[in-house]
T-cell receptor
Framework: GAGVSQSPSNKVTEKGKDVELRCDPI?????LYWYRQSLGQGLEFLIYFQGNSAPDKSGLPSDRFSAERTGGSVSTLTIQRTQQEDSAVYLC??????????????FGPGTRLTVL | GNSVTQMEGPVTLSEEAFLTINCTYTATGYPSLFWYVQYPGEGLQLLLKATKADDKGSNKGFEATYRKETTSFHLEKGSVQVSDSAVYFCALNQRTGANNLFFGTGTRLTVIP
């Protein structure tokens, strides 16, 4: 079946602009995660959605970052007033649900963001 | 807190060599442990997992054993192939709350013929 998809695959923007990154999780997966993969920082957790519950935003690096998940499916990560240090690959993952013994997360191909 | 420390790369091996990539962790409670692999041009894929002490995860000839006493989850393969060239990430999650994964920094493996 279809895996996690993300768009765009690449995004180049100028410093100070806003960007939106999209994630389509696997159908039926109630848990959705955003991570960031950057040089020197490895893979960092950003935000987590579980069904219709309030998201866990504990990993967001600043208030310029926000995310929403509409209808419990598609998610959009928004970065406002982008900075050069936001340049990274943004990964989305989904899983059947959280809180179970084995939480296999399935990852999308990522969006490579470059801030000039 | 939760953290994962894994062997710095890059690692270069000849085909059929033995592979070990070290991984140790710090965590509260009893986390689940994972190895993810990222092949060139592809997304992260789960390679293997273990959910409790002394469990051994295995897949595609790779193995890792959950060692609570040494807080380790080292990845091993007896005979690597060129197709194993990839970046390998050790990770844990706590099975509570967000269940987000905590990753190591990744180890790039290159296998030469």
């Amino acid at each position: 079946g279809a895996g996690v998809s993300q768009s765009p695959s690449n995004k180049v923007t100028e410093k100070g602009k806003d960007v939106e990154l999209r994630c389509d999780p696997i159908s039926g997966h109630t848990a959705l995660y955003w991570y960031r993969q950057s040089l020197g920082q490895g893979l960092e957790f950003l935000i987590y959605f579980q069904g219709n519950s309030a998201p866990d935003k504990s990993g967001l690096p600043s208030d310029r970052f926000s995310a929403e998940r509409t209808g419990g499916s598609v998610s959009t990560l928004t970065i406002q007033r982008t900075q050069q240090e936001d340049s990274a690959v943004y990964l989305c993952a989904s899983s059947l649900e959280a809180g179970v013994a084995i939480n296999e997360q399935f990852f999308g191909p990522g969006t490579r963001l470059t801030v000039l | 807190g939760n953290s994962v420390t894994q062997m710095e790369g890059p690692v270069t091996l000849s085909e059929e060599a033995f592979l070990t990539i070290n991984c140790t962790y710090t965590a509260t409670g009893y986390p689940s442990l994972f190895w993810y692999v990222q092949y060139p041009g592809e997304g992260l894929q789960l390679l293997l997992k273990a959910t409790k002490a002394d469990d051994k995860g295995s897949n595609k000839g790779f193995e890792a054993t959950y060692r609570k006493e040494t807080t380790s989850f080292h990845l091993e393969k007896g005979s690597v192939q060129v197709s194993d060239s990839a970046v390998y990430f050790c990770a844990l999650n706590q099975r509570t709350g967000a269940n987000n994964l905590f990753f190591g920094t990744g180890t790039r493996l290159t296998v030469i013929p």
